[in-house]
């Protein structure tokens, strides 16, 4: 399992990124995909999954109606759409290959290497 994550930067307060995670090794088609993030001095947080078969993604609540989950099986590219990004959204964010919830998320060794997103004026 190879997940490559870009796309990071810096951004002020309000602005947008786009990640994408390029994944390789597995069928990605056939497979949920997750967002995790991690802010320094904090646990990891899930935010994000998205499923196969055309079943709408789930949020945590504190991204729902700001972040955008998509995949492009062609591609095999996952991506995350973040809109109206906040200070707090700080944190490196990380693919994962399965699925999670704010009660768990995939295990570590199915994760990226991650990309780091700062919002900050």
């Known amino acids: 399992v190879q997940l490559v994550e870009s796309g990071g930067g810096m951004v002020p307060p309000g602005g947008s990124l786009r990640l994408s995670c390029a994944a390789s090794?597995?069928?990605?088609?056939?497979?949920?995909l997750s967002w995790i993030r991690q802010s320094p001095g904090k646990g990891p947080e899930w935010v994000s999954t998205c499923f196969t078969g055309g079943y709408s993604p789930y949020y945590a609540d504190s991204v729902k109606g700001r972040f955008t989950c998509s995949r492009d099986n062609a591609k095999n590219t996952l991506y995350l759409q973040m809109n109206s990004l906040k200070p707090e959204d700080t944190a490196l964010y990380y693919c994962a290959r399965g699925g999670g919830s704010e009660r768990s998320m995939p295990p570590r060794e199915y994760w990226g290497q991650g990309t780091q997103v700062t919002v900050s004026s």
């Open positions: 090794g597995f069928l990605f088609s056939r497979s949920e």
